[in-house]
């Protein structure tokens, strides 16, 4: 059977399929509590898959025409929905990247599925989906695993601040650079400051030790 052909059983298919892969791609966002889940992965390329059939059913129906133009609008406009799930956090964070960057390539699947471009819109998915999954725990033990860590801390003041530096200079640590902001009128010091330690550890261990520390209010790497 051809997918390629516009009939009633084959648009069916193509939405059936493309909710299918939208949607494990949105549960796996959904499981990690990020700003586009489920219902956003799959309407998106849905929709993008919509696009596409109705540029065919133009060109075979009613005339000549770009097939390719609907599913450029829909590549370019993609950004404004992909803008709105990356957030710039209080700690100097940029998150929603990845988000953002999955719900531009769903849309690409939608539009390959759409056209009836099956094989390469499955095996994209399966790529999309091996790089959000499997090597996302590649890079997370990658960055948790460098000798150099950045971290927001709170001091409950100056003197706590300044105790601790000595104390992480103690053990062989190095301050490579930190930004300090007093907290308007209230003695509370907050800092970001890098950190070199003085050989590979796990960040969670570091971040605990730090904890122990006397005087901190919040601390957190970013």
């Not at 960057?101 to 390959?112: F, H, P, T, V």
């Not at 759409?114 to 499997?134: D, H, K, N, Q, R």
């Not at 800092?191 to 590979?200: E, G, H, N």
């Amino acid at each position: 059977m051809s997918f390629t052909e516009l009939t009633p059983l084959n648009i069916f298919l193509r939405i059936i399929i493309i909710c299918i892969l939208s949607g494990i791609l949105g549960a796996e966002r959904t499981a990690k509590r990020r700003g586009a889940g489920i219902r956003t992965y799959m309407m998106v390329a849905l929709g993008a898959a919509l696009t596409m059939m109705t540029s065919q059913y133009i060109y075979e129906y009613i005339g000549q025409t770009d097939l390719a133009r609907l599913g450029a609008q829909v590549i370019s406009g993609i950004g404004f929905i992909g803008a709105g799930t990356i957030m710039f956090t209080g700690f100097k964070q940029i998150k929603g990247i990845t988000t953002a960057a999955g719900l531009w390539a769903s849309a690409c699947i939608g539009l390959a599925v759409g056209i009836g471009f099956i094989y390469g819109a499955v095996l994209s998915w399966f790529v999309m989906f091996f790089i959000m999954t499997v090597l996302e725990k590649w890079e997370k033990h990658y960055y948790t695993d460098l000798k150099e860590i950045r971290i927001f801390f709170v001091f409950e003041n100056f003197r706590n601040f300044r105790y601790f530096i000595k104390q992480i200079k103690k053990h062989g640590y190095v301050v490579v650079d930190f930004e300090m902001d007093k907290n308007g009128m209230k003695k509370e010091i907050s800092t970001y400051i890098s950190i070199r330690l003085d050989r590979k550890r796990d960040h969670e261990e570091v971040i605990d030790e730090f904890s122990e520390y006397e005087g901190i209010l919040m601390i957190e790497e970013i």
